[in-house]
């Protein structure tokens, strides 16, 4: 299948796709003309990198979790801990979007939002305590 076709079936931009072919993790065959032709194998990985990717997962971490997915003598342990460090940099992102959220809803609610130039929201913004 042609790129706009594995594009359709993965729900992958072809602009990803190519990407994803660029740093090696899909290898589309290419045709006599030099046309990328996708085989099931190559959706079913764009499919699963895209899954991956939605989950949060970066590039390289994909490569890896391919590789593990491609070995059918890995341990599952391997992918756990993947998962759990993963599972650790989400939390800690959650940690620092609740703080960011705390601190700009406190901010908010000591704006008057009025009329007025005083702004506690700018102030701070301006504050060199941070």
């Known amino acids: 299948m042609n790129i706009g076709d594995a594009a359709a079936a993965?729900?992958?931009?072809a602009k990803t796709i190519r990407y994803y072919e660029e740093i090696g993790l899909v290898r589309p065959l290419r045709s006599d003309n030099s046309y990328r032709n996708f085989r099931e194998s190559d959706v079913h990985k764009l499919k699963f990198l895209g899954r991956a990717r939605a989950l949060g997962f970066g590039?390289?971490?994909?490569?890896v979790l391919l590789a593990l997915y491609d070995d059918d003598h890995r341990e599952s342990g391997q992918v756990k801990a993947m998962a759990e460090e993963h599972?650790?940099?989400i939390d800690a992102k959650i940690a620092d979007l609740q703080a960011m959220r705390a601190t700009l809803g406190t901010l908010v609610r000591a704006c008057a939002g009025d009329h007025r130039p005083?702004?506690?929201i700018l102030e701070d913004l301006a504050a060199d305590t941070h």
């Open 10 to 13: 993965t729900g992958l931009p």
């Open 59 to 63: 590039i390289e971490d994909c490569r």
């Open 87 to 89: 599972l650790k940099r």
């Open 118 to 120: 005083d702004c506690p």
